[in-house]
């Protein structure tokens, strides 16, 4: 099985180095700059030297022309990216790297690439891992979601490498939906620390957040096994407690009422607007959800944040 990963931001190249310890593997980048006669990608990972079994190109359709291909470009840049290469990627095993719901639509990656390459095999890659840590070849578990079983068990063998160890499903709705939640609730929880509210306050704000997820999922027809693991929990847990997430991070300048570089990959703001509205839609009651929302467009500060998520109505847990 080829493999090429096409965008060489941080988690695709860092998803290609980790690759390399199978075989070549090619990635497309279109701002790839210098790395080919470097090799290193500085901008991203500059300690991070490129295997030699990395090649790297700025040809789409070189990067095509393999079997399986990574998709790792930013998610509300997916359907762009697809429409524009469909042509190339018909076929395909095509797997989703990019975590959260699209802003117009409310869909994840796996509905987005069954829209616009419907001949292709639709997967996901997600769950606990900072791109830093894979290409420094540390311990990762991750989720590989696949509605065909026996092309799940395919790309588990095919993108398993030494220190990267995927298990799979074929709940692909409950690996999205917790790669995608996780990082709204990790801006709460950074927006938490920030305006230093402390720890109890974040582990209320991940555990409520856990409850909106399978609210959410439960809804969907997600399975609550698939959120309970990786994807789900593992992943909620790891972007909650670390200053390495950018969700947490834009949380975390949100908090102390400091500017954050917009041009930052930070999903989890984006996502927040598209579950908000979901969850309007459809009557779900995601109150953290909705103050993300109300914090990422500047509508709510942190104090009046959680004096209204305090001043809920007393229930059950
Ligand atoms: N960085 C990390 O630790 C992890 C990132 N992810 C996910 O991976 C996805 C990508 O994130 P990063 O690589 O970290 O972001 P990044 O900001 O480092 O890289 C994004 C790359 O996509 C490229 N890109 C943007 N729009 C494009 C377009 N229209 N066509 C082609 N290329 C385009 C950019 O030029 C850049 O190289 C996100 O959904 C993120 O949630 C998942 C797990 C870990
Ligand atoms: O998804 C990630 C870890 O699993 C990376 O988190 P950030 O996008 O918040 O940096």
Redesign the pocket.
């Known amino acids: 099985m080829s493999v090429s990963v ?9 998803l290609a180095i980790s690759l390399c310890g199978r075989g070549p593997v090619t990635l497309w ?3 790839i700059g210098e790395m080919r006669t470097t090799r290193v990608n500085a901008a ?1 990972l500059p300690d991070c030297p490129l295997p030699d079994a990395l090649w790297i190109t700025d040809d789409i359709a070189e990067a095509a022309a393999a079997t399986t291909i990574l998709l ?4 509300q ?1 997916l359907r ?2 697809l429409t524009d290469h469909a042509a190339l990627l018909q076929g395909k095993r095509l797997v989703a ?4 719901m699209e802003i117009d639509t409310g869909l994840g990656p796996v509905s987005i690439i069954a829209e616009e390459v419907p001949t292709a095999t639709a997967a996901i890659l ?1 769950g606990p ?4 840590d894979i290409a420094r070849g540390l311990p990762t578990a991750l989720t590989l979601g696949c509605a065909d079983e026996a092309a799940a068990k395919a790309l588990q063998q095919a993108l398993t490498t030494e220190n990267l160890r995927l298990y799979r499903t074929v709940d692909t709705v409950g690996a999205e939906l917790g ?1 995608a939640l996780k ?1 709204v609730i990790a801006i709460a929880c950074g927006a938490a620390m920030g305006a230093g509210l402390g720890e109890s306050a974040r582990a209320a704000l991940l555990t409520r957040g856990f409850a909106e997820m399978q609210r959410l999922a439960r809804t969907l027809d997600a399975e609550p096994d698939t959120l309970a693991g990786l994807s789900g929990f593992g992943d909620l847990v790891l972007t909650c407690t670390s200053d ?1 997430s ?1 969700n947490y991070r834009l949380g975390l300048s949100i908090g102390e009422g400091r500017q954050f570089d917009r041009t ?2 930070v ?1 989890g703001a984006a996502t927040a607007l598209a579950v908000h509205a979901l969850a309007q839609r459809s009557g779900l009651d995601l109150p953290i959800t909705a103050v993300v929302a109300g914090l990422v467009e500047n509508r709510q500060d942190v104090t009046s944040a959680m004096t209204s998520l305090l001043a809920r109505p007393l229930k059950e847990e």
Not at 6 to 14: I, N, Q, R
Not at 72 to 75: E, H, K, R, T, Y
Not at 129 to 132: D, G, K, Q, R, T
């Open positions: 096409l965008g060489a931001g941080a988690f695709g190249t860092a980048g279109r701002d991203r790792a470009v930013p998610m840049k762009g990216f790297c990019c975590k959260g997600t891992s900072f791109a830093a790669g990082n390495q950018r930052v990959t999903e």
